[in-house]
């Protein structure tokens, strides 16, 4: 009836505010402006970034290349870095890894059944470690400490937690846990974003992923609308 119509209405209007702020809006106002600019140079910079890490998952792993999805999540949590927060307690790196997600990644690393065996975790992160740790620069990387969680929150962040390399590997190995396959349009990535990493209860919304994708990527992001299908998390 149109009484459920107008709160459907109300609704919808609401998802594209930001801070009280009509996103497009926004984003409209921004298009000729060096900040704009900046944040699409910053969702380019991120392009060999996802595919190094797409290779190096490939390479050891057989893993599907969904780097692109997770740039996109980069740039709903955080616009590409541009929003990152590197004090923050609560979230981590350019996807903004919660300490709850951390957690579990630190508990598959640590799991031994009954009969003494290893979590398949275990190899992989320790596989990703030696990776890294043969990149100068990063002898000392350690998938398991780029941070201490006290009471729920992050503490005494590694040098590496902002770092975005770190973080997509880190958000990878994160999504091998999901067997779900990622769309290749972006509404269905919207999609999945919000089940599996901000999930149903979280803040975000869909149109805004859509958005920031739309305004700072669609020139030169790789996805095609032939192809409804990117590959698997697993």
């Not at 992160?125 to 969680?149: F, H, R, V």
Request: no cysteine; charged share 20%; net charge negative.
């Amino acid at each position: 009836n149109m009484t459920i119509l107008r709160h459907i209405s109300a609704i919808l209007a609401l998802i594209v505010m930001v801070n009280g702020q009509d996103w497009r809006k926004m984003a409209g106002k921004w298009k000729n402006t060096e900040e704009f600019a900046n944040i699409q140079n910053m969702a380019n910079n991120l392009a060999p970034i996802a595919a190094e890490m797409d290779n190096v998952y490939g390479d050891l792993f057989n893993s599907s290349a969904v780097g692109d999805f997770i740039t996109n999540i980069a740039g709903q949590e955080t616009l590409y870095g541009h929003l990152l927060n590197k004090d923050a307690t609560h979230s981590m790196g350019l996807t903004q890894i919660d300490p709850i997600k951390y957690q579990d990644l630190l508990n598959d690393y640590n799991y031994i059944d009954d009969q003494g065996n290893r979590s398949t975790y275990y190899d992989r992160i320790n596989q990703i470690n030696a990776y890294m740790q043969s990149k100068p620069g990063y002898e000392d990387w350690d998938m398991t400490k780029l941070a201490t969680i006290t009471d729920g929150k992050y503490s005494d962040m590694s040098k590496y937690a902002s770092d975005p390399l770190t973080n997509f590997m880190t958000t990878r190995m994160m999504l091998m846990k999901d067997p779900r396959q990622v769309p290749s349009n972006i509404v269905g990535q919207a999609g999945l974003w919000k089940q599996i990493w901000n999930t149903l209860s979280g803040a975000g919304n869909m149109t805004q992923f859509a958005d920031k994708y739309n305004n700072f990527r669609a020139v030169d992001a790789t996805m095609s609308n032939a192809n409804p299908l990117q590959g698997t998390l697993k």
